[in-house]
C-alpha cells in the first residue's frame, strides 16, 4: 500500500522574486518584502502585473544589472563609474543624456568584449566542425 504525499508549495524568499521580476526589492511594497512567495504567487504576478509592479518597471527604481543592461554597460563598469545604488528610469535617461566620460569608456570596453566573445565563439564553432569533419572521413583518408 502506497501513501499519497501532499504536495509541498515551493516558495522563495523576497530577494530571489524580486531579481525574478527584475525590479528592485527596497522599493516593493513592504508585504512584499516581508513575506514568503509561492511559485504560484509570482507566475501570477509575472503574467498579470499588479499596478505597483508595471509602476516599478517603467519608472525604478531598478536594480543595477537592468541600470547597466539600459545603460549598455556591465554591472562592474557601473561600480567603476561610481554607481552604486539602483537608478530611477529619469536618472538613467539623464546619465544617458550626459554621456560622461567614464560612461563612454565603459560602453567601449562592454563592446570589445563582445566583439571577443563572438571571435572565441565563432573559434571554437569552425575547431569543433573540423573535428566534425575529421571524424567522419573515410578511413583511407585518414592515412593521407
Given amino acids: 500500500m502506497t501513501s499519497l504525499k501532499q504536495k509541498t508549495t515551493q516558495t522563495m524568499k523576497p530577494a530571489t522574486a524580486a531579481k525574478k521580476l527584475g525590479v528592485y526589492l527596497g522599493a516593493t511594497p513592504a508585504d512584499f518584502q516581508s513575506g514568503v ?3 504560484e504567487e509570482l507566475t501570477a504576478l509575472q503574467t498579470e502585473p499588479p499596478q505597483w509592479l508595471q509602476d516599478l518597471r517603467r519608472n525604478g527604481p531598478h536594480p543595477r544589472s537592468a ?6 554597460v556591465s554591472a562592474s563598469g557601473l561600480a567603476r563609474g561610481g554607481i552604486t545604488e539602483a537608478l530611477t528610469t529619469e536618472q538613467i535617461e539623464a546619465l544617458r543624456e550626459e ?3 567614464w560612461l563612454r569608456r565603459e560602453r567601449t570596453i562592454q563592446e570589445e568584449v563582445r566583439r571577443e566573445s563572438v571571435r572565441v565563439k565563432e573559434k571554437h564553432e569552425k575547431e569543433e566542425k573540423q573535428r566534425q569533419q575529421a571524424a567522419a ?4 583518408e585518414k592515412r593521407r
Fill in 137 to 140: 572521413a573515410p578511413e583511407h
Fill in 99 to 101: 554621456n560622461p566620460e
Fill in 37 to 39: 512567495i509561492s511559485r
Fill in 67 to 72: 541600470v547597466a543592461t539600459r545603460l549598455g
